[in-house]
């Protein structure tokens, strides 16, 4: 069975950090770029950051970057999210997604990828 299942969200302070997880199962990551997304209450889906399996190129949104960096784990099949400096403005359902063959720009403005997961939720609260 194909799937994608993100971990590590929850409540954090402002200025702190969390990272997410997705890890995928019953295929490979291999020519794929995965990538993060996050949709708040109210406020479309937007892609935050991705990234390509095979040369490791990356992407951020312009509200993320410097903030957060995403990395793989072929190995473990598994793609991370690191998110420092939090802000509540950063709060939403975080949605890990991966589509075959396709550039990390492409990916992080694209609606239907291949895959998505379930997601995880992200709250940035004092």
């Known amino acids: 069975q194909v799937q994608l299942a993100e971990s590590g969200g929850g409540l954090v302070q402002p200025g702190g950090s969390l990272r997410l997880s997705c890890a995928a199962s019953g295929f490979t990551l291999d020519y794929y770029s995965i990538g993060w997304f996050r949709q708040a209450p109210g406020k479309e889906r937007e892609g935050v950051s991705c990234?390509?399996?095979?040369?490791?190129?990356?992407y951020y949104a312009d509200s993320v970057k410097g903030r957060y960096t995403i990395s793989r784990d072929n190995a473990k099949n598994t793609v991370y999210l690191q998110m420092n400096s939090l802000k509540p403005e950063d709060t939403a359902v975080y949605y890990c997604?991966?589509?075959?063959?396709?550039?990390?720009?492409?990916?992080?403005?694209?609606?239907?990828?291949?895959?998505w997961g379930q997601g995880t939720q992200v709250t940035v609260s004092s």
């Open positions: 990234i390509n399996n095979n040369d490791g190129s990356t």
């Open positions: 997604a991966a589509d075959y063959f396709t550039t990390t720009q492409a990916l992080c403005h694209m609606t239907t990828p291949n895959y």
